[in-house]
């Protein structure tokens, strides 16, 4: 494992790592080679590169023909132009017939657009694949669990999308913690009375949330939510079983992502209410810090919510 700080760059030490060991992938660039940090994966491996340009849907099929080749082709950009630009060619063409394509979608979420402004922030993706089936849905939390995300999407058969940051987000886990199928770790367990599901990289300021609801005297448990709708979520139902109060965090609209997901398995298995903390309208251009704190991502702000429903 290369050195890496951000998940652009863990994405490059990833697939820059399985070519050196052998394994078959390739790296389809819709000129994203700068921005996903691979340019030296393309000098190494020109061979295992294919550059299309500003062509996401082309990007897309190209990786869809590959992968009938025995190839296991990544297609790695921003989140919004793969999963709303490219949309119908993910669908029709990858996982209509569940094809071996991988997907690397960065700049998800609010605060990884910060400065860009609303066209380069992306919180509809998750919504968007968790109605198309056959998708396998990773949201790693920190550049580590990308690294180690990008890998085991290349162990399992079937399309799969990753969502990660602008690359600028704190570290969560150990960097040699593995990316856990079991679709949910807990990371904090101060108490089950309130269990706050989250994931990704808003998950600092969850954890930072649960070090004031201590000091409050009010109890939570913080588990991250890795997988979306994955095949085995039978630990989640645990957890949603032993909390009395549920709450969801996620820098995604509030409808279709985490907190849709938790109320359908809480319907499902063991109805309760459900408070989800995520976004309601459009964002805007800012500084990373002060989106999250002025659309509701704040700890202070987190804690109020729990205390509230207590």
């Known amino acids: 494992m290369k050195d890496f700080k951000g998940t652009r760059e863990a994405f490059a030490s990833a697939i820059n790592d399985m070519a050196d060991e052998g394994k078959d992938i390739m790296f389809i660039s819709p000129d994203s080679l700068k921005a996903m940090r691979a340019v030296p994966f393309a000098e190494q491996y020109p061979d295992r590169y294919v550059e299309v340009g500003i062509a996401e849907q082309c990007s897309v099929d190209v990786a869809a023909g590959l992968s009938t080749c025995g190839i296991t082709p990544f297609v790695a950009t921003y989140a919004g132009f793969l999963t709303m630009r490219a949309c119908e ?10 094809l071996n394509v991988k997907f690397l979608g960065v700049n998800a979420g609010l605060i990884g657009g910060e400065r860009e402004g609303v066209t380069h922030q992306f919180y509809e993706d998750l919504g968007i694949l968790s109605s198309i089936p056959n998708f396998t849905i990773f949201i790693p939390a920190d550049a580590a669990q990308t690294y180690w995300a990008v890998r085991k999407a290349y162990e399992i058969s079937g399309p799969v999308y990753i969502r990660a940051a602008s690359g600028r987000e704190n570290d969560i886990y150990d960097r040699q913690a593995p990316f856990s199928m079991d679709g949910v770790t807990i990371l904090k367990d101060y108490g089950k009375k309130n269990v706050i599901f989250a994931s990704g990289f808003i998950l600092d300021r969850v954890l930072e949330a649960a070090e004031l609801l201590k000091q409050a005297g009010i109890g939570v448990t913080v588990a991250d939510v890795n997988i979306l709708h994955g095949k085995n979520p039978e630990k989640i139902v645990d957890l949603i079983k ?9 820098d995604h609209n509030i409808n279709g992502g985490l907190g849709s997901y938790i109320c359908q398995l809480s319907c499902e298995n063991d109805p309760k209410s459900v408070t989800r903390i995520g976004l309601t309208s459009f964002g805007e251009s800012g500084m990373a810090k ?13 804690c109020g919510i729990v205390k509230n429903n207590q």
Request: aromatic fraction near 16%; proline fraction near 6%.
């Open 89 to 98: 060619q993910m669908r029709t063409f990858v996982a209509y017939p569940n």
């Open 242 to 250: 032993q909390g009395h109060k549920l709450f969801t965090v996620e």
């Open 290 to 302: 002060e989106l999250a704190d002025s659309y509701g991502f704040s700890p202070e702000n987190i």
